[in-house]
Nanobody
Framework: QLQVVESGGGLVQPGGSLRLSCAAS????????IGWFRQAPAKEREGVSC????????RSADSVEGRFTISRDNAKNTVYLQMDNLKPEDTGVYYCAAKLAQSGPLSRCSPNLFGSWGRGAQVTVSS
């Protein structure tokens, strides 16, 4: 089963940028759709942005459209989340997860559709 590890979190001021990486092991990443999700304190986990196995289809939350960009490099077994113009409400633990593409197309960026979760990376946006 694919295993994923997140990196690149940290503390940033409002308006700043961060790039998260999701590195995969124990399997070819190009067999999976990959998603980024986040969970703020006392809130449910929500979908941020998801990308299909080929990169041809992307689903993103309205709250991050125009600010966050998801991409993947299958040769490096890595998916990225470039986060620009960060806001305090973007604060939370960001998780990477995988969904086997053989199970169907990338229809929604919903946490309950994904498995193979990483441990998460903390992102804090504060002045």
């Amino acid at each position: 089963q694919l295993q994923v590890v997140e990196s690149g979190g940290g503390l940033v001021q409002p308006g700043g940028s961060l790039r998260l990486s999701c590195a995969a092991s124990k399997g070819p990443m190009n067999h999976y759709h990959i998603g980024w999700f986040r969970q703020a304190p006392a809130k449910e986990r929500e979908g941020v942005s998801c990308i299909s196995r080929s990169g041809g289809s992307i689903r993103s939350a309205d709250s991050v459209e125009g600010r966050f960009t998801i991409s993947r490099d299958n040769a490096k077994n890595t998916v990225y989340l470039q986060m620009d113009n960060l806001k305090p409400e973007d604060t939370g633990v960001y998780y990477c997860a995988a969904k086997l593409a053989q199970s169907g197309p990338l229809s929604r960026c919903s946490p309950n559709l994904f498995g193979s979760w990483g441990r998460g990376a903390q992102v804090t946006v504060s002045s």
